[in-house]
T-cell receptor
Framework: DAKTTQPPSMDCAEGRAANLPCNHS???????VYWYRQIHSQGPQYIIH???NNETNEMASLIITEDRKSSTLILPHATLRDTAVYYC???????????FGKGTRLSVIA | GAGVSQTPSNKVTEKGKYVELRCDPI?????LYWYRQSLGQGPEFLIY????????DSGLPNDRFFAVRPEGSVSTLKIQRTERGDSAVYLC?????????????FGPGTRLTVT
């Protein structure tokens, strides 16, 4: 079973920042936080991951709290193409199967 | 470049029949994973290969499910005596290596419908 908790759905206005929260209160010291998203009728797509420092790439930013019990994925300027289900996953560096929960369904609205 | 491809994209079969689902990973990727996704749920892990060998098959639901990767590239997921509950999207993913920093790249999936 997934060990992370995410809201089932969120809306965001096009052009605004989308902030997707995730709780992972039982995360252990060697587990990373990974984010994937799944656009309708496609396979999941990797977005970003981190251990304890904040991370940024061309797709998104990941903010991890100091106690590592929660994180926020930020899409700085959401577009309609960002409408998808977003999954937050804990992953041990040596343990590769991804354990998906139900994720957050993000709807970007024009 | 070419991503992960899966064939067929859709498969309809009758209950009790045998099916094979194929996955072509990204060239050079050593790890290959199978997941299945039921409607409204996140993908569920089935099995993964490191090279030719199954490194973890703990997600296979029962002995009707079997997967092979004989040459360390293409993989086939085989389902015997299909049941209506096997209906789902079967996803394949590959990664260059196993471990942190090597993200999994997913194919578009095969939608299996058992009637």
């Amino acid at each position: 079973d997934a060990k992370t908790t995410q809201p089932p759905s969120m809306d965001c206005a096009e052009g605004r920042a989308a902030n997707l929260p995730c709780n992972h209160s039982t995360i252990s010291g060697n587990e990373y936080v990974y984010w994937y998203r799944q656009i309708h009728s496609q396979g999941p797509q990797y977005i970003i991951h981190g251990l304890k420092n904040n991370e940024t790439n061309e797709m998104a930013s990941l903010i991890i709290t100091e106690d590592r019990k929660s994180s926020t994925l930020i899409l700085p300027h959401a577009t309609l193409r960002d409408t998808a289900v977003y999954y937050c996953i804990e992953l041990n560096s040596g343990n590769t199967p991804l354990v998906f929960g139900k994720g957050t369904r993000l709807s970007v609205i024009a | 470049g070419a991503g992960v491809s899966q064939t067929p994209s859709n498969k309809v079969t009758e209950k009790g029949k045998y099916v094979e689902l194929r996955c072509d990973p990204i060239s050079g990727h050593t790890a290959l994973y199978w997941y299945r996704q039921s409607l409204g749920q996140g993908p569920e892990f089935l099995i993964y290969f490191q090279g030719t060998g199954a490194a973890d098959d703990s997600g296979l639901p029962n002995d009707r499910f079997f997967a092979v990767r004989p040459e360390g590239s293409v993989s086939t997921l085989k389902i015997q005596r299909t049941e209506r509950g096997d209906s789902a999207v079967y996803l394949c993913a590959s990664s260059l290596y196993v471990g942190e920093g090597y993200e999994q790249y997913f194919g578009p999936g095969t939608r299996l419908t058992v009637t």
